[in-house]
């Protein structure tokens, strides 16, 4: 395992279309975060899991997201009806059990509506 | 509070000198206090972290300088070299409930030859 990965990497869309993201965390962590990431500026937290369940989600998060980990392994993030505003990059991380581990990123899924 | 305030916003270091990026928080439930470094296309990783119940924490040429009472942490770069340049960013979480990172707006810095 090398880690977090993203896929896709890049994504353009149309405004009004869906789209979904995919995370495949390190495997033996149990919690996964899902951050988006404006130019210049920090990550912002969207929501976690802890194994399959989505136990928070940011008031950042419209009710156009939807994320879900099936069987507490990879996780998935949708946007429908996408817009202009939505353009970011979207950034998942994992963390293993335990006070204060470390997260890992992945490198990020750059998201750009036309 | 959530909010975690960083600066400076970029910074422009010569090889050899010290860069030191500042960061302040507001929550005192805060009790991790993390530092990321971001290169273009690539995401956060892990530089170096502390705890509130030491004042320093040192790593090769990197240490956090944190003070509890002012609600402030720095980074210090020793030696700063051109392969440094990238952007950092200060970020803070708590033990319990979600463990999400509160992250600062983030310092961009420049190593020059």
């Known amino acids: 395992d090398t880690g977090v990965s993203q896929d896709p990497r890049h994504k353009i869309t149309k405004r009004g279309q869906n789209v979904t993201f995919r995370c495949d965390p390190i495997?033996?962590?149990?919690?996964l975060y899902w951050y988006r990431q404006t130019l210049g500026q920090g990550p912002e937290f969207l929501t976690y899991?802890?194994?399959?369940?989505?136990?928070?989600k940011s008031r950042l998060l419209s009710d156009r997201f939807s994320a879900e980990r099936p069987k507490g392994s990879f996780s998935t993030l949708e946007i429908q009806r996408t817009e202009q505003g939505d353009s970011a990059m979207y950034l998942c991380?994992?963390?293993?059990?335990?006070?204060?581990?470390?997260?890992?990123f992945g490198q990020g899924t750059r998201l750009t509506v036309v | 509070q959530q909010q975690v305030k960083q600066s400076p916003q970029s910074l422009i270091v010569q090889k050899g000198g010290i860069s030191i990026i500042n960061c302040a928080y507001e929550n005192t439930a805060f009790d991790y206090f993390p530092w990321y470094q971001q290169f273009p296309g690539k995401g956060p990783a892990l530089l170096i972290a502390?705890?509130?119940?030491?004042s320093e924490k040192k790593e090769g040429r990197f240490t956090i300088s944190f003070n509890k009472s002012a609600k402030q942490f720095s980074l210090h770069i020793m030696d700063s070299q051109p392969g440094d340049s990238a952007t950092y960013f200060c970020?803070?979480?708590?033990?319990?409930?979600?463990?999400?990172?509160?992250f600062g707006s983030g310092t961009r810095l420049q190593v020059q030859p």
């Open positions: 502390i705890r509130p119940d030491v």
């Open positions: 899991f802890q194994n399959e369940a989505q136990l928070e």
């Open positions: 495997s033996e962590h149990n919690r």
């Open positions: 970020a803070a979480s708590m033990d319990t409930g979600r463990r999400a990172l509160t």
């Open positions: 991380a994992s963390t293993s059990r335990g006070l204060n581990t470390e997260a890992f």
